[in-house]
């Protein structure tokens, strides 16, 4: 899988931006929340990457912000969702926005979204509300995690990436996490922490 690229931005017209890397052409489709912060053409850009394998197509899906792919990615386990909805969700409304919307089953605004009727905008507040939690509220990325070094925001990516939704993620870390605590640690003691 193709998880992130790093590379120089060598062409962009919504929804497709090509990215130069060693040598290699990228062609990436991304929402127009990541069209709008790109950098100009020919300078250097980091994307998260959503790589996708169908019947009949392969594509690849860029973002510049992790909570956007986690967005993505959480919309096309809904009933009828797929990337071109995921894509225009993203277009039409920051992740904070949505995950308002989402928690507050506000059906008419989420109606007002290209692609989503109200049957879908049901099933998006009934199947998400508990997994949107924690996207596009501070929430650390992976990326932030790693960089930042921090070993309870890696514990929180780690549980995270296990299944346990965002409320309980943070209860889990903030309960386990002592000063020096390695991620492991934090994991550990607050996988025990669960099980009880």
Avoid: N
């Avoid at 277009?91 to 109200?118: H, N, Y």
């Avoid at 921090?150 to 346990?164: K, N, R, V």
């Avoid at 000063?179 to 922490?193: F, Q, T």
């Amino acid at each position: 899988m193709i998880g992130r690229l790093k590379g120089v931005l060598v062409a962009k017209q919504p929804p497709w931006i090509v990215v130069d890397v060693g040598g290699v052409g990228y062609e990436l489709e991304a929402p127009m929340s990541t069209f709008y912060d790109l950098p100009e053409l020919g300078r250097e850009v980091a994307l998260c990457t959503h790589y996708a394998v169908k019947e009949d197509t392969v594509a690849l899906y860029a973002f510049l912000r992790e909570d956007e792919r986690a967005l993505f990615r959480a919309l096309q386990k809904v009933s009828g969702v797929g990337a071109r909805i995921a894509l225009a969700v993203l277009s039409g409304v920051s992740t904070g926005e949505f995950a308002r919307l989402v928690q507050g089953s506000d059906i008419a605004a989420l109606t007002r979204i290209p692609g989503i009727g109200k049957k879908t905008a049901e099933r998006l507040v009934v199947e998400l509300r508990d997994r949107v939690e924690g996207i596009g509220t501070g929430m650390p990325s992976a990326a932030g995690a790693a960089a930042a070094g921090d070993p309870a925001a890696e514990a929180a990516i780690a549980l995270q990436a296990l299944g346990y939704k965002p409320a309980e993620v943070t209860r889990l870390v903030r309960d386990a996490a002592a000063a020096g605590d390695s991620a492991e640690d934090i994991i550990r003691k607050a996988l025990k922490a669960a099980l009880r």
